[in-house]
């Protein structure tokens, strides 16, 4: 940490031991109760520092550093030390992300095995894999079915994950380019309160960090049950005080459980590089990701019940698909004072994506089948900027940001076709080009008030729509803007208690063919929530934080790319309790829970026929996790998820779950060793279900019911790491 005095106002850097930024490090003057935290650049700005002040320097993850003002003049460098979280020096932060802490403990506690594994380190998230393990998750947060992400924002490392217009759904959303072991930390939200965030942000967004840089090179091998196969490579190619690199590689192969092999395989490369010069920052960052799969698909219940096929067999094992998508970020950080400073970022993206699928086997064509093709080749072009400037109104900091962003999305060749055996191709039902643009802006303003902060936001979107038709030749037109208020109170009372009042406009995404195509004649329908909450240290070792929530809409419109059709949901109204706590039993012995409710209902239906389909009603997930520097780790981990309504009427019932997974492994200082286990107990259980009409070849009539794929059963994995 580098600390410049001028007479009673301090600034200074918080970095890591690699000499890279630690934003959101909370600086209190224990002396007298003023703060600060630091900046994107680990930069922040103290008043009124006297000598003989004692200023504490905290981040999770990291030894609380404790520093004794002894020369006004003084200039210090100082890092700080990454060590195993200590729930006795956390506090709780006077700022909007003091929610935050939750997924840091977690983080710090339990590591991460997979890309879809951070995603429920978000509190009540809940995900699904239905398709052979290459398909995007399907994600459930607050009463909201989101499919594959059409009301969740994702993104890695400012990326975009969400695709916009998607050839399988809006805001498909497929993490799978993103390797695990680079995850730094995940920054998330819930509801349409951050004015940074736009498409998509209904039910919340989580921005995935990487890391900047590596401690050390290693190799991981990994190996387990159903074929299952796995090698990670991340090699440090520059290791200095202002500049470093490095290169990530990683493998997989598995069978999966099913009767037919999902023959699944992935490979991810990614780079990074990023320099200090002067006061700016830069950064350099290019992936590659490529997939392919077999699936087994949803199959119905009254086939397994007859003894056709098993939970593990297939109607039609010939689903599956490929994808494959590269990624060039550029980032550059201009200091412009002590003060402020501008973040810029421009994206570039090429894309690829083949599915096949199957919903309702012979309901359509009794001879060939419903197998049907998702098909589209798309380029991303996005580019962001921020200012940022920290100022003092009398005593107290205040903090204004202005932004902007553009983002196009060129898809070409967005195919619907219906096929046979992955092979012929009977029918084109969709086919065409889009050209989708994105421009928005926003502008936030945090003002301090004693111990009270008000957070008042403002944000625009524009939409440009260009959908040209390639069965009938005609173009297809549209636009809108729609302005986004949102307004955050918090009442700080102390480090151990903060009250919150989050609330805001957002709007509901929507694809281009429907709003081009007149399928529909609401192109953003607006969004409107609210969040009543505190953040709490019940005791030196614990953390509490409760909320209760709404969210309307005004239309709930969806879009099926299964049938190219849009669905009609009518306005709905979501209301709900989060409850989260994390404890430490022992220094090296962590709890945590976390418990959703969720009341979620069409508001225009009648009542009993009034169910929002899949809208998850009760999910809980928590365990015991140990946490060493060196020797045993380990946890063991339960997700729960309650019987929902699979129709609007709930006569077909979705069945819940409780799945209990588990870790275990022994570090020393090059060297560890570990296993993976996931369904403990060889629960019987169904990932993902769907509501779904369908017919069997040779069957007399259709017949709605559950149609479901089976969830993991008992697999080990086990693994070995080499440093280096």
Request: hydrophobic share 35%.
């Amino acid at each position: 940490m580098n600390f410049w005095a001028f007479g009673q106002k301090m600034g200074g850097v918080v970095t890591d031991q690699q000499n890279y930024p630690l934003p959101g490090t909370y600086i209190s003057n224990i002396t007298d109760g003023t703060h600060a935290h630091t900046d994107e650049l680990g930069r922040f700005h103290l008043e009124s520092v006297k000598v003989g002040d004692t200023l504490a320097v905290s981040y999770v993850g990291f030894k609380t550093l404790q520093l004794i003002v002894s020369d006004i003049d003084a200039k210090f460098e100082i890092e700080l030390t990454e060590q195993v979280v200590e729930l006795s020096e956390l506090t709780v932060t006077p700022d909007l992300n003091a929610i935050q802490a939750l997924t840091k403990i977690d983080l710090n506690t339990a590591p991460v095995t997979s890309s879809q594994q951070i995603l429920r380190s978000v509190p009540g998230l809940m995900i699904g894999q239905h398709a052979g393990g290459g398909k995007a998750e399907q994600i459930f947060l607050r009463g909201f079915d989101i499919d594959h992400g059409t009301d969740f924002n994702m993104s890695v490392d400012g990326m975009p994950v969400n695709m916009v217009s998607h050839a399988h759904g809006q805001g498909y959303s497929d993490l799978h380019f993103l390797i695990p072991e680079l995850i730094q930390d995940i920054h998330w939200g819930k509801g349409p309160y951050d004015a940074s965030k736009g498409n998509f942000t209904t039910a919340g967004y989580a921005n995935i960090r990487t890391k900047s840089s590596l401690d050390a090179s290693s190799i991981q091998v990994e190996g387990g049950q159903f074929n299952s196969f796995r090698t990670v490579g991340l090699f440090n190619l520059l290791d200095e005080k202002k500049h470093s690199a490095y290169l990530a590689t990683e493998y997989s192969l598995s069978d999966g459980p099913f009767e037919s092999s999902q023959n699944f395989n992935r490979f991810n490369v990614m780079g990074k590089y990023n320099a200090l010069i002067g006061d700016d920052r830069i950064g350099i960052q290019f992936s590659h990701f490529t997939s392919s799969w077999t699936a087994s698909g949803q199959i119905p219940q009254r086939a397994v019940d007859s003894g056709q096929i098993t939970r593990f067999g297939a109607i039609d094992d010939t689903e599956g698909g490929n994808t494959s998508r590269s990624n060039v970020k550029l980032d550059f950080v201009k200091t412009i004072d002590d003060r402020s400073f501008i973040s810029n970022q421009l994206y570039y993206g090429v894309y690829d994506f083949e599915l096949y699928s199957n919903f309702t086997f012979f309901l359509e064509d009794p001879v060939n089948g419903d197998q049907i093709r998702q098909k589209e080749s798309r380029q991303i072009l996005m580019a962001t900027s921020e200012w940022n400037k920290s100022f003092d109104m009398g005593s107290y900091e205040n903090l204004l940001k202005i932004g902007g962003s553009l983002r196009n999305d060129v898809v070409k060749d967005v195919e619907l076709s219906h096929t046979a055996n992955r092979i012929t191709t009977l029918d084109q039902l969709q086919f065409g080009n889009i050209n989708e643009t994105n421009i928005s802006a926003f502008v936030q303003w945090d003002i301090e008030l004693g111990k009270w902060l008000l957070s008042p936001m403002l944000r625009y979107d524009y939409f440009k729509f260009n959908y040209d038709d390639g069965l009938t030749g005609i173009q297809h037109f549209d636009s809108q803007g729609i302005a986004s208020p949102k307004m955050n109170v918090l009442y700080n009372h102390s480090n151990k208690l903060q009250l919150y009042f989050k609330s805001g406009f957002g709007f509901h995404s929507n694809d281009a063919r429907a709003i081009t195509t007149g399928l529909t004649d609401l192109i953003l329908p607006r969004a409107f929530g609210y969040d009543v909450g505190f953040i709490l240290k019940p005791t030196t070792k614990s953390f509490l934080n409760v909320a209760f929530w709404s969210l309307d809409l005004e239309e709930e419109l969806v879009y099926v790319g299964d049938a190219g059709i849009v669905e009609r949901g009518g306005e709905t109204k979501r209301y709900g309790v989060d409850l989260s706590y994390r404890y430490q039993l022992t220094p090296w012995l962590f709890f945590n829970q976390d418990l959703n409710y969720t009341h979620a209902r069409s508001v225009e239906e009648a009542e009993g026929q009034n169910y929002i389909p899949l809208a998850p009603s009760l999910t809980a997930s928590g365990g015991l996790g140990v946490a060493r520097s060196q020797g045993i780790y380990g946890g063991i981990r339960y997700r729960y998820m309650a019987d929902r309504p699979a129709n609007e009427d709930n006569s077909i019932v979705a069945t819940g779950y409780l799945v209990v997974d588990m870790n275990m492994g022994y570090q020393m200082k090059n060297y560890t060793f570990g296993v993976n286990i996931e369904n403990l107990f060889n629960t019987e259980w169904n990932e993902t279900q769907f509501a779904t009409e369908s017919r069997l070849q040779n069957e007399p009539a259709s017949v709605e019911e559950i149609h479901f794929t089976p969830g993991t059963p008992f697999s080990l994995r086990a693994f070995v790491k080499i440093k280096f």
